[in-house]
C-alpha cells in the first residue's frame, strides 16, 4: 500500500497570504490527523477529521481550518498568514475504528513565512 | 502544561549496546502510548505501542514497558545499531480525545558505531 502522500512539499509564502496544503491518506484509512511541528512548541495536534466530519480540535486559533472529501482525502487551510505559522505540517492517517490508535504519518509539508 | 514530557533530550550509546529512552506523563486518562522515530526532512515514522492494560510490549529489537503506577514508559532498543540515530518521540492518547495525540518533546539518540 501507499503510504501518506502530502503536497506540495515545500512552500514560501508572504505574510498575510493564505496557504491549503494537501494529504491523501492511506488507502482504506478514513481519519485523517494535522499536527504542526515547530522547534519551540514541538508536534502539536491541529484537528482530525473522520468521514468528513472534525471530530476534534487542538487549541489553535480559527485561521487554521480544515475539510475532508469523501475519498477521504483531507485539506488544511491557513488564512492571514504570520511569521509564527513558519513549521513543517504533518498529515497522519488511521483506519478508523477498533481499539488501534496507530496513525501514520506522512512526509510534511515545510511551510515558510516571510 | 506538558503533558507529556522526555526529559533526556539527547542520548549517545555505542553500537550493540542498549539504548533506552525514557518518557512521563501526568493525565491519568492516557489509555494508549506509542513510540515515533524521526529523521529530519521526514514524517515520524511509528515504531511501536502499548495499551494500558498491559505493561510491556515487545516487537523484534524494540521493547516499550509501561509503568501506570508511576506515570513512566520506558523504550529499549537492543542491540542499538547506527541507523537506530534519529529523534524519538513518545505519545500518549486518551479514549475521550478520539485520535488526538499529545507528544512529548523528544530524544536525540545516536549510536556511535
Known amino acids: 500500500k501507499a503510504g501518506v502522500t502530502q503536497t506540495p512539499r515545500y512552500l514560501i509564502k508572504t505574510r498575510g497570504q493564505q496557504v491549503t496544503l494537501s494529504c491523501s491518506p492511506i488507502s482504506g484509512h478514513r481519519s485523517v490527523s494535522w499536527y504542526q511541528q515547530t522547534p519551540g512548541q514541538g508536534l502539536q495536534f491541529l484537528f482530525e477529521?473522520?468521514?468528513?466530519?472534525?471530530?476534534n480540535k487542538g487549541n489553535f486559533p480559527g485561521r487554521f481550518s480544515g475539510r475532508q472529501f469523501s475519498n477521504s482525502r483531507s485539506e488544511m487551510n491557513v488564512s492571514t498568514l504570520e511569521l509564527g505559522d513558519s513549521a513543517l505540517y504533518l498529515c497522519?492517517?488511521?483506519?478508523?475504528?477498533?481499539?488501534?490508535?496507530?496513525?501514520?504519518f506522512g512526509p510534511g509539508t515545510r511551510l515558510t513565512v516571510t | 502544561d506538558q503533558q507529556v514530557k522526555q526529559n533526556s533530550p539527547s542520548l549517545s550509546v555505542q553500537e550493540g549496546r542498549i539504548s533506552i529512552l525514557n518518557c512521563d506523563y501526568t493525565?491519568?486518562?492516557?489509555?494508549?502510548f506509542l513510540w515515533y522515530k524521526k529523521y529530519p526532512a521526514e514524517g515520524p515514522t511509528f515504531l511501536i505501542s502499548?495499551?494500558?492494560?498491559?505493561d510491556k510490549n515487545e516487537d523484534g529489537r524494540f521493547t516499550v514497558f509501561l509503568n501506570k503506577s508511576a506515570k513512566h514508559l520506558s523504550l529499549h532498543i537492543v542491540p542499538s545499531q547506527p541507523g537506530d540515530s534519529a529523534v524519538y518521540f513518545c505519545a500518549a492518547s486518551a479514549l475521550n480525545a478520539g485520535n488526538m495525540l499529545t507528544f512529548g518533546g523528544g530524544t536525540r539518540l545516536m549510536v556511535k558505531p
Open positions: 502499548i495499551s494500558s492494560i498491559k
Open positions: 493525565n491519568s486518562m492516557f489509555d494508549y
Open positions: 497522519a492517517s488511521r483506519a478508523g475504528g477498533g481499539s488501534s490508535y496507530e496513525q501514520y
Open positions: 477529521y473522520f468521514s468528513e466530519t472534525q471530530r
